[in-house]
């Protein structure tokens, strides 16, 4: 568990089984207190204070006991781990109470991936918007029924509550948090220093259209799918695809959707919103040309194409999204 702030973090390694990347979110606070000295007091805690075995050949030591952990936590995270420590951590009461007990006297609190199913167990997500993992989004049902989960965030922050997707999403998290104590530009210089996005694209969804379709694609259509990518502005429709594919356009559509789970219209346009979102993350064009480069053809088109498929405009994207 990691535990910090401008203050002071505390991180809880729950149990002995952990992801080496579920500890890369200290490396962006470590970052910050380097370039801000002073402005984060890094502390990694378990239960007992046992050093940290991963699925890898890397252990890792320094960790204290939470009994060490004073009262004065500003910023509290509980980092995911594996299926058997992640259940095993849910059901310990002392890490559970302790959670409750810190909880309600820290500035925030938060998690990385799966981790929001201790701090669940806790009752510390009751009535909150949470995030966690893509492919643990469905048991939060039976696990906390009393939260919303938000399938298709990278992270989520709702009054103290802070929650992340995937491992690598608690990289985006804690430079959110960055930001918002230390200022844009620090967030910035380290995402630059780490060659991370500082708002990755997409900004909402945990998968780009092509990354959610590479997951079951085979060798027939792959070869397409990165075409799309490259050619947003490209005549897309059913036909030129079936052609660039050799079938016909009625076993094309099949297959593709078969295989990608969307139909071809359906891909095309999430791949062109893809592309606007990045855009307007990291330029300052006109709506007008960012719906011209990205396929979407007319701001008219591309503002209708927002509200269906991502519920805001692209000012209020950009307002939102795009790095300052």
């Known amino acids: 568990m990691l535990c910090a702030g401008p ?24 970052c910050a207190e380097a370039l801000v000295p002073g402005s984060y007091a890094i502390r990694v805690a ?26 004065d936590i500003d910023t509290l995270l509980v980092a995911g781990g594996t299926e058997p420590a992640i259940r095993s951590a849910a059901a310990d009461q002392r890490l559970l109470a302790w959670l409750r007990t810190q909880a309600s006297t820290a500035r925030r609190v938060g998690s990385i991936c799966t981790g929001a199913f201790v701090l669940g167990a806790a009752g510390l997500l009751d009535g909150c918007n949470v995030a966690t993992h893509w492919a643990a989004v469905a048991a939060p049902r039976t696990h906390f029924p009393a939260a919303v989960v938000d399938p298709d965030a990278i992270y989520r922050f709702d009054g103290k509550l802070c929650t992340s997707a995937g491992v690598t999403a608690g990289i985006d998290l804690a430079l959110a948090l960055v930001s918002a104590d230390l200022g844009h530009a620090v967030a910035v210089t380290i995402a630059r220093d780490l060659v991370l996005f500082l708002h990755r694209p997409g900004g909402q969804r945990q998968f780009s259209a092509t990354l959610a379709a590479q997951a079951t694609i085979t060798d027939s259509l792959a070869e397409l799918l990165v075409w799309i990518l490259e050619n947003p502005q490209a005549d897309l429709r059913i036909p030129v695809l079936a052609e660039r594919a050799a079938m016909g356009p009625r076993n094309f559509a ?18 062109r919103l893809g592309h606007a979102c990045r855009y ?45």
């Open 7 to 30: 203050d002071q973090l505390a991180s809880e390694m729950h149990a002995r089984r952990v992801l080496p990347t579920d500890l890369v979110p200290v490396g962006v606070f470590s």
């Open 254 to 271: 099949r297959r593709f959707a078969l295989e990608t789970g969307k139909t071809p219209a359906r891909y095309v346009l999430d791949t």
């Open 280 to 324: 307007l993350e990291t330029t300052k064009w006109p709506i007008e040309r960012v719906a011209e480069k990205s396929g979407l053809r007319t701001a008219d088109l591309m503002h209708r194409a927002f509200r269906q498929s991502l519920g805001l405009t692209p000012v209020e994207y950009r307002s939102r999204f795009a790095a300052r």
């Open 46 to 71: 378990s239960v007992d204070g046992a050093a940290l075995t991963t699925r890898s050949p890397l252990s890792v030591g320094g960790i204290e006991p939470l009994s060490s952990i004073a009262d």
